[in-house]
């Protein structure tokens, strides 16, 4: 029996120590599991943040990890890698693993037992981070920018406004100081009562809004961070920022600053070509 990948991201580590517990190779390279690691793997379901890269050693030996990304094993021993994995997260009857592909085959060094150290590219993982935080803060921002859109009530979102985050995205990209989020403003939206005639018409003004809010939060210096209800990769992981309107908490696999204060902006511009598909791009600057 395997049992799940002990993680150590949520924590903002980008080293570690561990034991390799497989290694398979496949016709996207070589995956290597190992029983904890510091690497945060792209999600299988919902890929918005991507996995770490970085290195795996032992002794004078260094192998680059292209990727980190999800892996399972299933009680009969079906083992599937990323969007190969046919069940979602956290199903019973699978356990859960980080992998860390490699390219080409596994230098001999690096086999089932084989005792190594794991690093993160730690600038690439920082940019993935505030990327990462900038998309959360941007889609509250543009919660709280179109709360009066509402004719009826869509649910509140982490800081009590009405979520449209939650009724409309469909999808959510983060790359390094970024992120693209798509929002799906099609009838079922407006059936659920939001103004998108008015939206569109208020357009410029809506983006002022959200760039707004964003200054002022950054100006106020909250903290963030990532709580977890254990240590293992399927372990459930929150988001929690400190904002002046009070304290929001969001479900997230992702990693984050740790204080606003490490931005020195973040912005969004809005796009909707397409009238139905609204397309949110999130810049953040760190502070140099
Ligand atoms: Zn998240």
Redesign the pocket.
Known sequence: MSTPTIVSFAGGATTGEGMVTRVESGPDGTVVVVDATPFHPVDHTWP??PGDAGAIAAGDETVPVVEALMAAVSDESEFAVGSDIPVKRGTEGWTWLVAHRIDGAAPAWLDKGSRVRLSVDGSRREGLSRG?TA??LASLALDLAVADLWRKDPGADALGNPDFEGRANQS?RIHEDGAVDEYRLGKSLRRAGFDTETFAATLADREQRINAQLTGWIAAGATSRVETEGPTIVDRRR?HCELPEGEAV?L???THVGSLSEFSSISVSLDLTDPQLLVMTTTATPVV
């Open positions: 918005d943040q990462h998309c959360h959510s988001w969001i997230c696999g992702g």
